[in-house]
């Protein structure tokens, strides 16, 4: 599979709603692939269809539970409340304070087209929501509680063999 060019903030495609898939065909196959594989390497836990530019409702997310693969999602059932630190691949070395609900029930399709309902709690439902906020063509930034911060990254240390 392939790497593909994650679209950033300023980038139109990224204000679009997406179109529904309703057919499987071998080119949106590997695109689900592509995009597993671009998230991989970005170390993101979701990417969204119009991330790397292509106008379709579909996302994928790995927690780190495994991989999600949602076609055609829509948010069904929400609860409760979390506010958090959030960032995104389409804004790389930013991050900030976005509220979510702290459950979450998802409709959609799997690769086989078939319905399947879903449903998280925490880091999950956060990023079924930021997923799904993509595809309508909204970005977390315009949801952030003050202002947006420059991610820090801790460089670690190499330790000296003795």
């Known amino acids: 599979m392939a790497i593909r060019t994650i679209r950033e903030i300023g980038d139109s495609v990224l204000t679009k709603a997406c179109?529904?898939?309703?057919?499987?065909t071998d080119r949106t196959r590997e695109l689900i692939h592509d995009m597993l594989d671009t998230m991989y390497e970005a170390g993101g836990v979701g990417l969204a269809a119009p991330q790397?530019?292509?106008?379709?409702?579909?996302?994928?997310?790995?927690?780190g539970e495994g991989p999600i693969v949602l076609l055609n999602p829509?948010?069904?059932?929400?609860?409760?409340?979390?506010?958090g630190e959030e960032g995104c691949l389409s804004?790389?070395?930013k991050t900030g304070?976005?509220?979510r609900p702290m459950y979450v029930k998802v409709r959609g399709q799997n690769e086989e087209l078939e319905e399947i309902?879903?449903?998280?709690?925490g880091l999950l439902a956060r990023a079924f929501c930021h997923e799904i906020d993509h595809l309508e063509g909204r970005i977390y930034v315009d949801l952030v509680e003050g202002e947006l911060?420059?991610?820090?990254y801790q460089e670690e240390e190499e330790e000296e063999e003795l």
């Open 19 to 24: 179109k529904p898939v309703t057919k499987m």
């Open 52 to 63: 790397v530019g292509v106008l379709k409702r579909i996302l994928v997310i790995d927690i």
């Open 74 to 83: 829509q948010i069904i059932e929400t609860e409760g409340e979390q506010c």
């Open 91 to 93: 804004v790389p070395g």
């Open 97 to 99: 304070t976005v509220t």
């Open 117 to 121: 309902e879903l449903e998280g709690e």
């Open 149 to 152: 911060r420059n991610v820090e």
